[in-house]
T-cell receptor
């Protein structure tokens, strides 16, 4: 039973470029969460999605960041016009239901030059 | 105010000894959940153990146990018989009850870095 998959594992972008981070939840999980971890800090909630719906995006920056979880395919976290402060590890988690334990992917480490 | 507080930025423990990692939380909800995750140097987040606010027994998973003291709002992780592979960052997290959006939020502490000495 494959766990949560994230790709790429490492992503390097120059300032002003776009970053696309992908997350495939565990089989059977329809709830996806994105978190950001700055160096030496804990995880900060960004957004919670179910298939085709954003349920809670209260942790998402208002500009440049967007997320989707289409009917088919992985969830995508998109960061437009990246800045150096976007450099962080971005984790995706999935759960069977929103009351259930979240299982995390390996993360994508974004470095903005 | 911090919702999850981990006061120990770093801890050392001798191999084969037990170690307790502290976690206190702050919530006014009656229904909540407490989690511990391990993050080794490779970076992934590994789920270790869960305690529900209504669970009367302390949770245990192998060498991991959660010392849940509801009145004190603490949920300390106890690792028995430490192994070198236990060296990692450990995060305490809380899932609060239903919010206006009808969903739950996970809030993470800042972590404790554990080093197991041979």
């Amino acid at each position: 039973n494959a766990g949560v998959m994230q790709n790429p594992r490492h992503l390097v972008r120059r300032r002003g470029q776009e970053a696309r981070l992908r997350c495939s939840p565990m089989k059977g999980h329809s709830h996806v969460y994105w978190y950001r971890q700055l160096p030496e800090e804990g995880l900060k909630f960004m957004v919670y999605l179910q298939k085709e719906n954003i349920i809670d995006e209260s942790g998402m920056p208002k500009e440049r960041f967007s997320a989707e979880f289409p009917k088919e395919g992985p969830s995508i976290l998109r960061i437009q016009q990246v800045v150096r402060g976007d450099s962080a590890a971005y984790f995706c988690a999935s759960s069977l239901g929103h009351k259930e334990t979240q299982y995390f992917g390996p993360g994508t480490r974004l470095l903005v030059l | 105010a911090q919702k999850i507080t981990q006061t120990q930025p770093g801890m050392f423990v001798q191999e084969k000894e037990a170690v307790t990692l502290d976690c206190t939380y702050d919530t006014s909800d009656q229904s909540y959940g407490l989690f511990w995750y391990k993050q080794p140097s490779s970076g992934e987040m590994i789920f270790l153990i869960y305690q529900g606010s209504y669970d009367e027994q302390n949770a245990t998973e192998g060498r991991y146990s959660l010392n849940f003291q509801k009145a004190r709002k603490s949920a300390n992780l106890v690792i028995s018989a430490s192994q070198l592979g236990d060296s990692a960052m450990y995060f305490c997290a809380m899932r609060e009850g239903l919010l206006d959006s009808g969903t739950y939020k996970y809030i993470f502490g800042t972590g404790t870095r554990l080093k197991v000495l041979a």
